[in-house]
């Protein structure tokens, strides 16, 4: 089966109560609804009544929340088991690291929960840079993105063996050098195999990973141009590679603010956004300069030998592509004050964009259709009711574009997404 290109390929990111940091200030929800299946039955009805491929989830594996907002505390594969069994279509990606779990037990827990949702689940490969997560792991320090990424890789390769055992005679085997296993799973295939593959990180390595085992691939994309050239690169990388046409599916963040009118959108940003403690961003800009945000000078531009300043991806443990993309952002507006930026930033690591349904139409189809993304990974304002605009007020008008579908087909998240049924080699 050829991967289908003729359709956007549409996730959203379920980040708690919604992706601006001050979602959980507005309407009436309980402190404690991200702990009530409520608030998640909502937002998964949403997505699916929008007719989107799949909730996603990303995960870090840290049990303390250092932000200023609440977060979601519950691990994405339990939410995955839930939310698949209170929705009929939608599938759900669960991000899970490959840096702190181990791969047998990963692999089963993401085939069972695959088992028993009738095919729904993907699994979102991330390497995990927190430096927060290794002490819960008994470990000292992160690993660096190399060590990381080798093994990574090594662990998809003994993910992939396991799941190819539960297709076949239940026995598996991978040697590598920083992961083997050897064992027998008495699990047999899902409805789609095993769950599908996205990728979240935007490094050399990263992109290797995702060239090589990925359906799916999570960026940060900010410009058209570098979109495009990001987008060309990977799935060049991936046919010489051997993989099928259109793979992987890439599905930048894409952050929105809806409104009737600019006006309204405006308004409804702004409200959000002046309930933000200053400095919110200061930690994101901290992360893209390589240097302590706070000790700038708010109203002049970032100092030349900050911006231009060389650096080593390896020597940089968070994002790599996350960062020359946001550099590449501030590089042009290398004129503006600190401030000005920080107020700019307001995609807090995606591109956002605050407008009219016509106006989220018409851009989403633009990038679509200028092969600068297969689709996106939506973050909303607020859950569940920015979903919600979004599935009554944007998705007719893609509908209408002929870029989204109106009906799910399948019920398997393979055949949502159009990507060929699981194969071990
Ligand atoms: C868009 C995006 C989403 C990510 N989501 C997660 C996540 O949910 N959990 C996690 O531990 N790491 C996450 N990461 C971190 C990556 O897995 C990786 O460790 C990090 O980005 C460094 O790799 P890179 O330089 O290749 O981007 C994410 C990275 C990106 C770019």
Do not use: C
């Not at 998809?156 to 296993?181: C, I, K, L, N």
């Not at 290797?208 to 690169?233: K, M, Q």
């Not at 679509?368 to 605009?389: C, K, Q, W, Y």
């Amino acid at each position: 089966m050829s991967t289908r290109t003729d359709q956007l390929t549409l996730n959203v990111n379920l980040q708690a109560f919604g992706q601006r940091p001050s979602a959980w200030q507005f309407g009436d929800d309980a402190a404690d609804a991200l702990i009530t299946p409520g608030h998640w039955i909502a937002s998964a009805q949403a997505a699916e009544r929008g007719l989107l491929d799949a909730v996603f989830f990303a995960d870090q594996p840290v049990l303390h929340n250092p932000n200023p907002r609440p977060g979601s505390q519950l691990e994405p594969i339990a939410l995955a088991a839930f939310i698949t069994a209170v929705t009929e279509h939608i599938g759900v990606i669960a991000s899970a690291s490959s840096t702190y779990n181990d791969p047998v037990e990963l692999a089963e827990r993401l085939l069972g929960t695959d088992v028993v949702s009738g095919g729904r689940l993907g699994w979102n490969i991330v390497t995990t840079y927190n430096s927060r997560v290794s002490g819960n792991f008994g470990g000292g320090e992160t690993p660096a993105r190399a060590a990381r990424y080798r093994r990574a890789g090594e662990f998809v390769e003994a993910v992939r063996a396991v799941w190819g055992a539960a297709a076949g005679d239940g026995r598996f085997r991978f040697d590598g050098e920083d992961v083997r296993v050897n064992g027998r799973t008495a699990l047999g295939p899902s409805a789609q195999g095993a769950p599908v593959l996205f990728q979240a990180g935007g490094s050399e390595q990263g992109r290797e990973l995702a060239a090589r085992h990925a359906e799916g691939v999570f960026s940060v994309e900010l410009t058209l141009p570098r979109a495009i050239e990001n987008y060309a690169a990977l799935k060049r990388r991936a046919s010489a590679l051997g993989r099928s046409r259109g793979l992987p599916r890439i599905t930048p963040g894409l952050s929105l603010v809806i409104g009737s009118t600019v006006e309204e959108a405006r308004r409804r940003f702004d409200e959000f956004e002046s309930r933000v403690p200053d400095g919110y961003a200061l930690g994101s800009l901290s992360n893209v300069l390589a240097h302590d945000a706070a000790t700038l000078e708010l109203d002049a531009p970032i100092p030349a030998e900050i911006l231009d300043k060389p650096w080593d991806p390896d020597e940089h443990p968070t994002s790599a592509g996350y960062r020359l993309t946001f550099l590449d952002w501030i590089q042009e507006r290398r004129l503006l004050s600190v401030r000005e930026i920080l107020r700019d930033f307001g995609g807090y690591g995606s591109r956002i964009i605050v407008g009219t349904p016509e106006q989220i139409a018409d851009d989403m189809e633009l990038w679509f259709h200028s092969g600068a993304a297969d689709g996106f990974n939506l973050m909303i304002d607020r859950f569940p009711e920015g979903l919600v605009t979004f599935a009554d007020e944007v998705v007719p008008l893609l509908q209408g574009k002929g870029i989204h579908k109106r009906e799910y087909g399948h019920s398997t998240l393979r055949h949502t997404l159009g990507v060929a049924a699981f194969r071990a080699d």
